[in-house]
């Protein structure tokens, strides 16, 4: 253990770990092998991180989530209470698959709601808003907000996340930021300032 992160004493950090300073890991959870973790980030009670898992700086992890081989987080995403990774496809006990292991990355800002399903080998885009309960099966794409089981699109949200209203020019205001977005090609980005 190291004094730049705290561990709680309930929990297990295997070795060949590289966890970032200020990063925070609650009770009854184990980070396995070759993990990297960044700086800042919190998990919370019961959380499993699995070999060479890459989470961001800071990530929050809310209770019992298993994070599991071939999940990337980038910076500042969100994971909510009991959402679930996987990563195998067709999955059978007396088959090892472990070798087939896909890759999902979760963009920087992206939200994951509580109890929200992510099939593995997918791409949640930047700032993407998964609603709880949400059963994720394709890409989603950036600043997106989906819901449902299959997850379907249902509108768009800010890096505050708040719901984005586009007039028929393509434009939006985040209520709370009060930053702009333009909506052009299916595709939201944010207008820079100056």
């Known amino acids: ?29 184990h980070i396995m092998p070759n993990c990297r973790i960044g700086e800042n980030c919190n998990l919370g009670q019961n959380v499993v991180v699995s070999p060479d898992v890459v989470l961001g700086s800071n990530v929050k992890v ?16 969100f994971l909510g209470p009991s959402m679930v ?3 195998v496809i067709n999955p059978r006990s007396a088959v090892n698959r472990k070798s087939e292991y896909k890759k999902t990355f979760v963009r920087k800002g992206a939200s994951i709601g509580a109890n929200a ?10 700032f ?16 997106a907000l989906v819901v449902g089981n299959p997850a379907r ?12 209203e586009f007039d028929t020019s393509g434009l939006a205001i985040c209520p709370e930021s009060k930053e702009k977005y333009q909506l052009k090609n299916g595709v939201v ?3 820079s300032h100056g």
Request: charged fraction near 20%.
């Open 1 to 29: 253990m190291s004094d730049s992160y705290f561990v709680h004493p309930s929990s297990i950090v295997d070795e060949g770990c590289e966890i970032g300073k200020g990063t925070k890991i609650w009770h009854f959870s």
């Open 62 to 77: 809310q209770n019992n989530v298993s994070i599991y081989t071939g999940v990337i987080c980038e910076d500042d995403v």
């Open 85 to 87: 990774f996987t990563n």
């Open 117 to 126: 399903t992510i099939i593995c080998g997918i791409e949640i885009g930047t």
């Open 128 to 143: 993407a808003f998964i609603a709880a309960g949400a059963v994720v099966t394709k890409d989603v794409p950036a600043y």
């Open 153 to 164: 699109q249902k509108g768009w949200m800010s890096e505050y996340g708040q719901k984005l």
């Open 189 to 191: 980005s944010k207008v």
